[in-house]
């Protein structure tokens, strides 16, 4: 593998107090070697020389949601569209999410033990990841796709489990299926979904006792974890009773609930990307009827809530739900954290080093030190001063992955 020396950068990272200014950073056999003055590191002959004249290099980001599989949750659109058009689908969204600088991303759903293993073999440029493969859902709760019509929506091809359980006997047994095709954590819907065709955001799904049971044989597998789809104050209380260690959304939690989560180390994900996004696919009339009526509902009272469980003390990561949204905007969702009342630095760390440490993964990526893979991008104005910066992806100037440069605007 070709080494890198990259001089004349600034560092923005978590870790550090300051931004580290004017240094270089080798990177070697995919890692970075080594941080400080160029004249003090030793490279190797042929290295790949890269004066960033004084532009800034961050950690690659993790997005802790997306559905790289998906494109909208539109069912009419799954009806037409063929099992093929659909993968290949999928190698944009990653490629459009990598390129936004987004190098690492936890899939809430639908990408199989196949899309990860073509990562893994660098088939094609995409973010790292762990999968759930296929959340868990109730007869007729968010991700039962089954229409009044009779005509089941839902993707399904060999290998592929079924999303719907019910009963403690029931979700144990479809935990292990999803385990069984190599999930790395479990997702489950215990609350309804603003684009759900038979329930409401506020309904929640799955009882304690079976959230319990899930939560149990997920940890049986080696201490793995359980992420919980949760809008309602019902279902964000019965995921905390279970023992639930991530809350996606969190829309109607309230002061008392968010107090509890942070006692118990419980991370928010408030996904705040996907809040604005449903509106605006409400306002363009892509998203109508029911759905159209629970994206208005939960958007007003997100934004509140999250401003006041932030205010609380609950750790909250970056997500997305892209897929839900179109991908490739990722990190227009550290703007949005800072409106709700996190400084840049603090947004960043949602997205690098907590996301990071959150996965157990921190030892790997998710800061720039020597040792860890170099993950890294690389920007042209400091986005401490200007978060919004790192929004649009056409300012992600360079993407680096375990030291191959992926993206790279001036060649």
């Not at 042929?46 to 997005?63: Q, R, V, W, Y």
């Not at 329930?199 to 929640?204: G, Y």
């Not at 200007?386 to 992926?406: A, K, W, Y």
């Amino acid at each position: 593998m070709n080494s890198i020396l990259i001089k004349n950068i600034t560092i923005i990272d978590s870790n550090y107090d300051e931004p580290l200014e004017n240094v270089s950073i080798f990177i070697k056999d995919g890692k970075i070697a080594d941080i400080g003055k160029s004249t003090c590191i030793d490279i190797d002959d042929g290295t790949n020389i890269i004066d960033a004249e004084g532009m800034f290099i961050l950690p690659g980001f993790i997005d802790m949601h997306v559905h790289l599989m998906a494109n909208g949750f539109i069912k009419e659109d799954d009806l037409t569209n063929p099992l093929a058009n659909y993968f290949y689908q999928a190698v944009k969204n990653m490629k459009d999410t990598i390129d936004a600088g987004v190098t690492y991303v936890r899939d809430c759903g639908l990408a199989d033990i196949g899309v990860k293993m073509a990562v893994e073999k660098k088939i094609f440029p995409a973010p790292k990841m762990k999968i759930s493969v296929m959340p868990l859902s109730i007869t007729g709760g968010h991700f039962d796709f089954a229409l009044n019509s009779g005509i089941d929506t839902v993707i399904n091809y060999p290998g592929f489990p079924l999303p719907v359980c019910d009963g403690v006997e029931g979700v144990i047994k479809k935990t292990r299926e999803v385990f069984r095709a190599q999930a790395d954590f479990i997702k489950v819907m215990s609350t309804g979904g603003v684009i759900s065709a038979n329930d409401a955001p506020e309904f929640s799904q799955f009882n304690v006792k079976e959230l319990k049971a899930i939560v149990k044989e997920a940890d049986m597998r080696g201490g793995a974890k359980v992420s919980s789809h949760a809008h309602g104050l019902g279902g964000i209380k019965n995921s905390i009773k279970a023992g639930i260690q991530f809350i996606d959304h969190g829309t109607f939690i309230d002061r008392k609930t968010a107090q509890l989560m942070v006692k118990k180390g419980i991370y928010l994900v408030p996904t705040c990307s996907v809040m604005k996004g449903v509106v605006e696919q409400v306002n363009q009339g892509i998203i109508k009827g029911r759905s159209a009526e629970n994206g208005l509902q939960t958007e007003r009272v997100h934004k509140d809530n999250m401003i006041m469980a932030y205010k609380e003390g609950v750790k909250m990561l970056m997500g997305t739900d892209s897929g839900v949204i179109p991908h490739g905007n990722n990190l227009k969702e550290l703007e949005l954290l800072c409106e709700i009342g996190m400084s840049p630095s603090e947004a960043i760390a949602s997205g690098t080093i907590e996301a990071a440490k959150a996965l157990e993964i921190d030892d790997e990526v998710g800061s720039v030190e020597i040792g860890k893979s170099a993950d890294l991008i690389m920007v042209s104005k400091n986005p401490l001063v200007d978060i919004s910066h790192l929004s649009n992806p056409n300012n992600i100037l360079m993407v680096i992955q375990d030291g191959t440069i992926v993206k790279d605007i001036f060649n």
